[in-house]
């Protein structure tokens, strides 16, 4: 049973960090591609950043480049993004996801993602 489960939101002040961390059950890590997406409220869901099989990292929105890392624990099953300087515009639900495996190479339309988390929420605010 495929699961994915999302941990390490709160609230943080602008310009602080967290750790989000996806752990994953039931399929071998290393084999697929994993992203991160985020819904912030009244818009729609978008790609944050993904990491592929062979363990590239792809960011999407310009905003965060600099600032978000994604990695890859397989050992652990595990796949981790890092948040630094955090903004108020960050503010959303977090989900990771992973593609259906026929690729394994990133991309940002969810539609290529065939399981989710039930997300975590992030809050940057003063």
């Known amino acids: 049973q495929v699961q994915l489960v999302e941990s390490g939101g709160g609230l943080v002040q602008p310009g602080g960090s967290l750790r989000l961390s996806c752990a994953a059950s039931?399929?071998?890590?290393?084999?697929?591609?994993i992203g991160w997406f985020r819904q912030a409220p009244g818009k729609e869901r978008e790609g944050v950043v993904c990491?592929?099989?062979?363990?590239?990292?792809?960011y999407y929105p310009d905003s965060v480049k600099g600032r978000f890392t994604i990695s890859r624990d397989n050992a652990k099953n595990t796949v981790y993004l890092q948040m630094n300087s955090l903004k108020p515009e960050d503010t959303a639900v977090y989900y990771c996801?992973?593609?259906?495996?026929?690729?394994?190479?990133?991309?940002?339309?969810?539609?290529?993602?065939?399981?989710w988390g039930q997300g975590t929420q992030v809050t940057v605010s003063s």
């Open positions: 996801a992973r593609d259906w495996g026929i690729l394994g190479s990133c991309t940002n339309i969810s539609g290529l993602y065939e399981y």
């Open positions: 990491i592929s099989r062979s363990d590239e990292a792809r």
């Open positions: 039931g399929f071998t890590l290393d084999r697929y591609a």
